[in-house]
C-alpha cells in the first residue's frame, strides 16, 4: 500500500511539471516554461489539421454524461460534459472532439487530474498524459459555458416564444452536424455510445425532457432543481438532445400484441390553458402507433424506458431517441417521428449518403399507417402525391453522393430522401409480391442491426437472404440510379384478343432504361381486371388472350410504380384482305404495329408517301412487326402488300 502511495505521488508531481510547461502555449496558465520537442511537433500537427475525422477512428466512446445548467429562454449553457471511451490503437495521444469557437472551455481532466488541450476551429483536441494503448480505457471531463449563435432550423440549440401558446422554450437539435454547437461531442455516425446520461439544471418553473427515464428531480435551492435523465441504450450523438419550457406531464400507454408490460409514452406539454385539450387526441392515438409498428417492424427497441413527446417551437419534428421533439402534433407528424424509433434511432444510416434508411423508411411508414389505421384509398392519395412531387423534376439520386453529404438541404432533400425514398421501399415491396417477405426483410433488417449503424446495401443484402431474389438492378436503377422512366401505350382490342405496344423511355440519360413490372387495369362493360406486365425492354409488345371487350386500360391504378405516362391511346385497326393483317394505331406517333394472320409465311409490305415514291420496305416471317415512323416527317403514307396485293393508308403526326 505504502509503495503504491509513492507511486501515485511521484507520477502527480510529473504529470504536474509537464502540464505546467505546456499550459501557455494552449492558453492554459501563466506558466513560462517552453513545450518540448514533442510537444511542439504534436501541437504543430493539431493546429494544422483541417479534419479530426482520422483521429475519430482511433478511439471508441462508450458513453456520455451532460450535466448542464439551461433555462427556457436563453441558448446560453454551462457545466461540463464527461466521456468514457477506450483507445482502438496503440499509441494513442490525442482525443478529437468537436465544438464551436463561440463556446468558452474553462478546464478538462482526464480521471479528475488537469489535461492539455487546444482548439482550432472547431476541434478540441485532447491530449492525455500518457500514450494510450489498444483497449485503454479513459474519462475525460470538459467544463465549458457561452451562448451558441442561432441559425436557423438546423441550430443545435435554440429559444424562442411559441406564437400559438405564448409559452417561452429551449430546445436542442443536432442532425446533421450541430451538436458540436451545444455541447463538446464526437460527431461519427459510426460511434455510438453505449449509454447517455442527460442531467439539466434549470428554473424551478421549468420541467425539462431528454433520452431515457427520468431517474429523479433534485431539489437544489436557490430556486433551481435538476432533471436527472439516463438512457442504457447504444444512441448516435445526434439523437441526444433536451428541451426545457414550463411543460405539463400527460401520459398514456400502449401495450403491443404479446406484451406483458405496457409502453409508457411520456408527453412533455406546454403548460398553457387549452393546449393539452387541443392536442390531445392526437397524443392519445400515439397508442395505437406503437402498437402497429410494433406488429409490422418487431417489438419496440426502447420499450424498458419509455417513448415520448418534448414540445417545441420549431417546424415539424426531430426523433430524438425515446423522446421526440415536435413542434404540433398531428397524424403524419407523430407517426412518421415515432417510426424513426426503429428506423433512424435503434439501427442509424452509416453514413449521410445512406439517409434513405432514416427518411425513406419513416416516409413510408406514414404510408403503412394510413394503410392499416385509416383507408386504402387515403393511403393511395398519399402514395400518388408522394410521386407526383417525385416526377417534378427529372433528376437526383436517393443515395447522396459522398461529395454532397456535407449539404444539409442535400441530405434532408423532401423529393428525393423522404418521397421518392418511400415510394422504391413501396416499389420494393411490388417487385416482392408478397407482403410476408416483405415485412419480414424489415424485422430482419432492424434485428441484425439493433443497436448499430448499416447502409443502404446492408439492407439490400438481408432483402436477398430473407426472399431468395436479386435486387442488384433495383438498386442500381432506383437507388443509386436517377429518374424514372416514360411511357407511351398504344392498346387495341379486336374480338377476344387484346394487343399493347408499351415504349419506355427515361426522364434522364442517367438511367436510360429501368427493368420494372407494372400493373395496368383493363376496363370492359360490367367489370374490370388487373394484369401485371415485366418492361424487359424499351419496346415491348403484348398479345393477351381476353373474352372481354376491353374499353379502357389504367396504367399502375394503385400507385405501385413511379413513372410518367406521356401519351397512352386506343388504336383504330385497319383491316386488310379479310383479316390477313392488322395495323394500328392509325394515326400513328413513333411506331406503327402490324399483325399478320398467317406467321411463319414470308411478307413483304413497302412504304410510300402520297405521291407513289417508295420510302422504305421490310419483309417479315413473324406474326407481329412494330415499324419505327420516328423518321417520317407528319403526313400521309401508304403502305402495300405484295402478298395481298392491296394498298391502304396511314397517318403519321
Request: proline share 4%; net charge negative; glycine share 6%.
Amino acid at each position: 500500500m505504502l509503495s503504491k502511495i509513492k507511486y501515485i505521488f511521484i507520477f502527480l508531481i510529473l504529470y504536474l511539471i509537464q502540464y505546467q510547461s505546456v499550459a501557455q502555449k494552449f492558453g492554459l496558465s501563466d506558466a513560462n516554461e517552453e513545450l518540448s520537442l514533442l510537444e511542439k511537433q504534436r501541437y504543430l500537427k493539431l493546429t494544422q489539421a483541417s479534419t479530426n475525422s482520422a483521429l475519430y477512428a482511433k478511439y471508441d466512446v462508450s458513453f456520455y454524461y451532460l450535466n448542464l445548467h439551461a433555462e427556457r429562454d436563453t441558448v446560453a449553457l454551462d457545466g461540463f460534459v464527461e466521456i468514457r471511451g477506450k483507445s482502438l490503437v496503440n499509441g494513442l495521444d490525442t482525443l478529437a472532439l468537436e465544438l464551436i469557437q463561440e463556446l468558452t472551455v474553462d478546464s478538462v481532466t482526464f480521471s479528475g487530474l488537469p489535461m492539455v488541450y487546444s482548439r482550432t476551429g472547431d476541434n478540441l483536441f485532447l491530449i492525455p498524459p500518457t500514450l494510450l494503448n489498444t483497449g485503454q480505457s479513459f474519462l475525460v471531463r470538459v467544463y465549458y459555458r457561452g451562448a451558441p449563435p442561432a441559425s436557423g432550423f438546423f441550430s443545435g440549440i435554440n429559444s424562442a416564444v411559441s406564437t400559438q401558446w405564448g409559452n417561452q422554450v429551449t430546445w436542442t437539435l443536432s442532425e446533421p452536424f450541430n451538436a458540436r454547437q451545444w455541447w463538446p461531442s464526437k460527431q461519427d455516425l459510426g460511434d455510438k455510445a453505449d449509454s447517455v446520461w442527460v442531467f439539466i439544471t434549470t428554473d424551478t418553473a421549468n420541467m425539462a425532457g431528454s433520452n431515457g427515464l427520468l431517474k429523479a428531480i433534485v431539489p437544489l435551492g436557490n430556486g433551481k432543481q435538476r432533471f436527472e435523465w439516463k438512457s442504457y441504450y447504444p444512441i448516435d450523438y445526434y439523437l441526444i438532445s433536451f428541451a426545457v419550457a414550463r411543460y405539463q406531464e400527460y401520459n398514456v400507454y400502449a401495450k403491443p400484441q404479446g406484451m406483458q408490460d405496457s409502453i409508457l409514452i411520456e408527453n412533455f406539454i406546454y403548460d398553457a390553458p387549452g393546449c393539452l385539450n387541443f392536442y390531445q387526441a392526437d397524443l392519445d392515438r400515439t397508442k395505437d402507433f406503437v402498437e402497429l409498428f410494433s406488429n409490422l417492424f418487431g417489438p419496440y427497441p426502447f420499450a424498458a424506458e419509455k417513448y415520448g413527446h418534448c414540445q417545441a417551437h420549431l417546424g415539424g419534428g426531430m426523433e430524438h431517441q425515446t423522446m421526440s421533439t415536435v413542434g404540433a402534433f398531428n397524424f403524419d407528424l407523430n407517426c412518421h417521428e415515432l417510426s424513426h424509433q426503429w428506423f433512424g434511432d435503434d439501427v442509424t444510416c452509416a453514413t449521410w449518403s445512406d439517409i434513405w434508411l432514416n427518411e425513406g423508411f419513416a416516409t413510408y411508414a406514414q404510408y403503412l399507417t394510413l394503410q392499416y389505421l385509416k383507408t386504402q384509398q387515403e393511403a393511395d392519395n398519399f402514395m400518388g402525391a408522394m410521386q407526383t412531387i417525385v416526377r417534378t423534376e427529372p433528376g437526383g439520386s436517393v443515395y447522396i453522393p459522398s461529395a454532397q453529404t456535407l449539404d444539409e438541404n442535400r441530405i434532408f432533400d423532401g423529393r428525393l430522401s423522404y418521397n421518392k425514398g418511400a415510394v422504391i421501399l413501396h416499389m420494393l415491396r411490388f417487385e416482392m409480391n408478397n407482403d410476408s417477405l416483405f415485412f419480414n426483410t424489415l424485422k430482419a433488417f432492424l434485428q441484425q442491426y439493433s443497436g448499430k449503424t448499416a447502409t443502404g446495401d446492408d439492407f439490400k443484402v438481408v432483402a436477398e437472404a430473407v426472399t431468395g431474389m436479386n435486387f442488384t438492378t433495383f438498386f442500381e436503377q432506383w437507388y443509386y440510379g436517377e429518374g424514372f422512366p416514360v411511357y407511351e401505350i398504344n392498346w387495341l382490342y379486336v374480338p377476344d384478343t387484346l394487343y399493347m405496344t408499351i415504349q419506355q423511355t427515361a426522364s434522364t440519360t442517367i438511367t436510360p432504361f429501368f427493368r420494372m413490372s407494372m400493373d395496368y387495369k383493363l376496363l370492359y362493360n360490367g367489370g374490370d381486371t388487373t394484369i401485371r406486365l415485366l418492361q424487359d425492354a424499351a419496346t415491348r409488345y403484348f398479345k393477351i388472350p381476353t373474352h372481354h371487350e376491353i374499353t379502357g386500360i389504367i396504367p399502375n391504378p394503385a400507385y405501385w410504380s413511379l413513372l410518367k405516362v406521356a401519351h397512352i391511346s386506343q388504336g383504330i385497326a385497319t383491316v386488310v384482305g379479310a383479316a390477313s393483317f392488322l395495323m394500328f394505331p392509325n394515326p400513328c406517333k413513333d411506331s406503327l404495329r402490324f399483325i399478320f394472320s398467317t406467321p411463319g409465311k414470308s411478307k413483304t409490305l413497302k412504304i410510300s408517301d402520297i405521291s407513289g415514291k417508295l420510302i422504305d420496305s421490310f419483309t417479315t416471317t413473324q406474326e407481329s412487326y412494330t415499324y419505327d415512323t420516328r423518321y417520317l416527317a407528319n403526313g400521309i403514307y401508304l403502305v402495300s402488300s405484295e402478298n395481298e396485293g392491296v394498298t391502304v393508308k396511314f397517318v403519321k403526326e
